[in-house]
Antibody
């Protein structure tokens, strides 16, 4: 059974940092592009970042470029998102998701909540 | 960047109704479009991918159509479990994905 379990969310002050993790199991993690998607409270879905199988290609939505960094550790089956210079508008549930050819997002985690507030 | 315009934002309908949600891309995305259903407190669930391919296990009352810039999701006969929020999403390139704004399907 495929499982994606996010962790690392919490309350942080504006300008602060957090590192989110996503532990993957039940599939060949190293064979898949992976993604982070977020959802602000009561709002819609927003794609945040993609990373290829070996971590050599990364892409970001414009609003997080230069502040967020996606990475992975295939040996540990883990995906990460480093969040720096956090702003109030970054408050959201952050989901990790697997990307498969043709279908795009196939599996999603349950999400981890990041709250940016003083 | 590719923008996705989804309409309507809210849709009131009754059990048994046929409903259609539309999504327009700001440039051609071929058939690289997915539709998701999301219920409160849950992660999204894929219903349709590649514009018209039904995900395994999804009821046949859901269907998708379109290509290029215009896409539709149709639910042929609404069931009580279908009242949720629906999103379209383009995945034309790994370098950037975009979701539509969402359509909240409410009980009339």
């Amino acid at each position: 059974e495929v499982q994606l379990v996010e962790s690392g969310g919490g309350l942080v002050q504006p300008g602060g940092s957090l590192r989110l993790s996503c532990a993957a199991s039940g599939f060949t993690f190293s064979s898949h592009w992976m993604s982070w998607v977020r959802q602000a409270p009561g709002k819609g879905l927003e794609w945040v970042a993609n990373i290829n199988q070996v971590g050599s290609e990364t892409y970001y939505v414009d609003s997080v470029k230069g502040r967020f960094s996606i990475s992975r550790d295939n040996a540990k089956g883990s995906l990460y998102l480093q969040l720096n210079s956090l702003r109030g508008e970054d408050t959201a549930i952050y989901y990790c998701a697997t990307i498969v050819p043709v279908k795009c997002f196939e599996y999603w985690g349950l999400g981890t909540l990041v709250t940016v507030s003083s | 960047d590719i923008q996705m315009t989804q309409s309507p934002s809210t849709l009131s309908a009754s059990v048994g109704d046929r409903v259609t949600i539309t999504c327009r891309a700001s440039q051609s995305i071929s058939s690289w479009l997915a539709w998701y259903q999301q219920k409160p407190g849950k992660a999204p669930k894929v219903l349709i991918y590649e514009a018209s391919t039904l995900e395994s296990g999804v009821p046949l009352r859901f269907s998708g159509s379109g290509s290029g810039t215009e896409f539709t999701l149709t639910i042929s006969s609404l069931q009580p479990d279908d009242f949720a929020t629906y999103y379209c999403q383009q995945y034309n390139s790994y370098s950037g994905y975009t979701f539509g704004q969402g359509t909240k399907l409410e009980i009339k």
